[in-house]
């Protein structure tokens, strides 16, 4: 098969396997990171294919949804790439970039790094950010049952990765948490003009539900 090939294959792969998942990690969620990512291969020196590959398969099982196993989406797509017989050495950096893209609150960190990770997380960290990342912040905070907001309960910027992942927080808190101090993690050039917008978008959306909530508005 040809690289075209290949991608439509991963594309029916995910869609088929995420069809029921939960609206803020679903089909909808990749199909968004893998047009960032082609918006952020215009102006940068990464290998398309690998992004391509990593973007539609960073998020084949989240971690979120698997008891907070990190290790089955990687697995997950390795077993799938491996059955396509795609190169080892391409195997091997895609998975990596699976391994290596989320947050956590800030605590993913580890010696590899690749123009193509730079790209793929770009991308991601995109998605979580502005009027996509508002809603998909809500539609999680749905899933888990947890409160829009709560003014007793503030943002911890403190926590563990371990507390990160159990968090039980409102929705409003992960703000604080994650999407406000996405703009400063950007890798390239691209993503931080795009980031930008974003970004001040959410500071926007925080000031007019602050007053909405106290009947200012």
């Known amino acids: 098969m040809n690289k075209t090939e290949l991608i439509n294959k991963t594309i029916s792969f995910v869609k088929e396997t995420l069809h029921d998942a939960d609206g803020s990690h679903d089909w909808f969620h990749i199909y968004r990171v893998w047009k960032n990512t082609q918006l952020i291969l215009k102006t940068e020196d990464a290998n398309p294919f690998i992004c391509e590959l990593a973007a539609l398969l960073h998020d084949i099982a989240d971690h979120k949804f698997h008891k907070g196993d990190e290790t089955v989406g990687p697995k997950k797509a390795k077993v799938f790439l491996t059955s396509l017989n795609i190169d080892n050495e391409i195997i ?45 912040t809500f539609a999680y905070g749905a899933y888990k049952k947890r409160e829009i907001y709560n003014p007793e309960i503030k943002p911890n910027l403190n926590m563990s990765k371990e507390e990160y992942k159990n968090s039980t927080a409102p929705t409003i808190n992960h703000f604080y948490e994650k999407l406000l101090l996405l703009k400063d993690k950007m890798n390239t050039e691209t993503g931080k003009i795009l980031a930008q917008k974003r970004h001040d978008f959410m500071k926007q959306y925080l000031s007019q539900f602050y007053s909405e909530w106290e009947g200012k508005s």
């Open 92 to 136: 091997d950096q895609v998975v990596k970039i699976i391994e290596n893209i989320s947050f956590l609150g800030g605590h993913n960190k580890s010696n590899f790094y690749s123009p193509e990770l730079a790209v793929v997380q770009d991308a991601d960290r995109l998605d979580a950010m502005g009027a996509i990342g508002i809603a998909r």
